[in-house]
């Protein structure tokens, strides 16, 4: 096990390139799953998957754009059957929060025949600064679909760490760690945590799903991706996750980064400054 290569799919993703980093620093043999690594992976060629799982021990499971997109679930089922067959032993999946598609999928990794390991996981911080976010951030004016309701933000630094425990360490399979961070915070909270640490004036408006909708057609983003987050703000972001989960803690034996702390290394890198 130690030998074979761990392939993370998504491995130049928020996760997945924080998950590479630790396993070079471990110094554990790991792949690539993307379309510019050789062999390549691409979730919409399937003839590009067996050569990605040729030797592999253990998989990263990060599928893109979202489980929640449509055909997700036909995805993750050729690609575990495929995966148990070149005989991957442990399987890691990256799910998300009250998502009835993500979880019809850890339905699937569970049955597939593996050890399985899900990261059931809150709103990524990073998507503050690695994300769509970012510009709005920058220009100082963030406009979301997003009230009241609070979200446990959850570091991907957490996520990662979870992620190769559970990859290269024993006692980790069978688990379903729910990953939040140990605050709840709404949105436009977030964002004045943010203004506050850079010093900055940035706006907060709330508008209509559809609304929001517009504004990122007006922007040139692809339908898939308006739809997809047009889902998760209208269904995922309705106080059904309003809670805090102890994964983190179950998982590492430590408690998770704060959102503060997060955006105070952000701030110092100077990523958010205004033009």
Not at 84 to 101: D, M, N, Q, W
Request: a negative charge; charged letters at 25%.
């Amino acid at each position: 096990m130690n030998k074979a290569p761990i392939l993370i799919l998504g491995g130049t993703g928020k996760t997945g390139k924080r998950i590479a980093q630790l396993l070079q620093e471990k110094d554990r043999p790991f792949r690539i799953g993307s379309r510019a690594a050789s062999p390549s992976f691409d979730w919409e060629d399937r003839t590009t998957w067996r050569a990605a799982l040729e030797g592999v021990a253990a998989v990263y499971l990060s599928y893109f754009p979202d489980l929640a997109a449509p055909g997700a679930a036909d995805a993750i089922r050729g690609f575990t059957q495929l995966a148990a067959e070149a005989g991957v032993k442990k399987i890691v999946l990256l799910s998300g929060r009250g998502e009835h598609e993500a979880q019809a999928c850890e339905e699937i990794v569970i049955n597939a025949g593996m050890e399985w390991t899900i990261l059931r996981c809150a709103w990524f911080s990073q998507n503050f600064s690695e994300g769509y976010l970012l510009e709005p951030l920058q220009a100082g004016f963030v406009a979301l679909p997003a009230g009241g309701v609070r979200e446990p933000f959850i570091d991907a630094d957490d996520i990662a760490d979870v992620a190769v425990a559970a990859l290269t360490e024993d006692g980790h399979a069978g688990e379903l760690y729910e990953l939040t961070g140990p605050r709840l915070l709404t949105f436009a909270e977030a964002v004045a945590e943010v203004a506050k640490a850079t010093g900055q004036q940035i706006q907060y408006q709330q508008v209509s799903v559809d609304e929001y909708a517009d504004m990122l057609e007006e922007y040139g983003l692809p339908n898939e991706f308006i739809s997809l987050i047009s889902h998760l703000f209208s269904e995922v972001l309705d106080g059904r996750n309003e809670s805090l989960t102890d994964g983190v803690q179950r998982a590492l034996k430590r408690a998770p980064r704060d959102f503060g702390d997060y955006v105070r290394t952000t701030a110092a890198s100077g990523i958010w400054n205004q033009q």
